[in-house]
């Protein structure tokens, strides 16, 4: 019916290339427009104003040797004021924008070790953009944004770069773990010679407590019953000791006993015996 009528319409976000007898007359914008078909006058085709976007898988090898897909993302669209050059200069856009992506990034990629491709991804997508937005604009695109959104190293490489990832942090715990051992251990140690400090203090005090006590009771022993030596109350004492320290063995049933000889008699034996060091030491 447009044509019966001469006139064509125009969508939104579009526009119409018109010829005249085949040359290119004008662009034509969203709307409606005579289109004296008698006179020469059509429509050659429309070209989309909208932002468009090509998804580039290309496959290179880094530095080290590793092949991977670096899959790029492109989002471009045409320009209203080059409309003529974007229709009639290329015949296949995205053609075109991809052999431009291969030839950037089959001349980056190779530059780099693996690990710095994953960490110059940044500079990889500035790389491609420059050269596209540098050669697409003589046909009347704009290369809005160019991302590299990932980079795939072959299956057999991820699984080694995981296990090398897995191995780093199983040493760097191993490490840890052998730190804190090594913290509790002198903790530990430090706390049992505290104990054994403290413990020795406290049978340093109880044994002079002991020989205070002692001291005491012989004197006192002494000056209370007449005719009674210091020899005779340190045999009274060490009488009694004995027999305490029987009470003791016999009230525990799973002590640990050295057996000595023992009886009355053993006990002057033993007094004798330490008594006679005691005045061999003395002796210059």
Known sequence: MGNLLCCVQVDQSKVAIKE??????????????????????KVAGHLSL????LDVRCETKTKDNVFVNVVASIQYRALADKASEAFYKLSNTRSQIQAYVFDVIRASVPKLNLD????????IAKAV????????????????????VDIEPDEHVKRAMNEINAAARLRVAANEKAEAEKILQIKRAEGEAEAKYLSGLGIA???????????????????????????DVMDMVLVTQYFDTMKEIGATSKSSAVFIPH??????????????????????
């Not at 005249?20 to 004008?26: M, P, T, V």
């Not at 909208?50 to 976007?53: A, S």
């Not at 710095?116 to 500079?123: L, M, S, V």
């Not at 053993?266 to 008594?275: G, Y």
């Open 50 to 53: 909208r932002l468009q976007q």
């Open 263 to 284: 009886g009355p008699g053993a006990v002057r034996d033993v007094a004798t015996q330490i008594r006679d060091g005691l005045l061999q030491a003395s002796q210059p």
């Open 20 to 41: 005249r007898f085949g040359k290119f007359d004008k662009v034509l914008e969203p709307g409606c427009h005579c289109m004296p078909w008698v006179l020469g006058s």
């Open 205 to 231: 005090r109880q044994r002079q407590a002991i020989v205070d006590g002692l001291r005491d009771s012989v004197l006192g022993f002494s000056v209370n019953v007449p005719g009674t030596t210091a020899k």
């Open 116 to 123: 710095d491709a994953f960490e110059q991804k940044n500079e």
């Open 129 to 148: 953009e420059d050269e596209l937005e540098k050669a697409m604009s003589a046909y009347g695109y704009e290369i809005v944004q160019t991302l590299i």
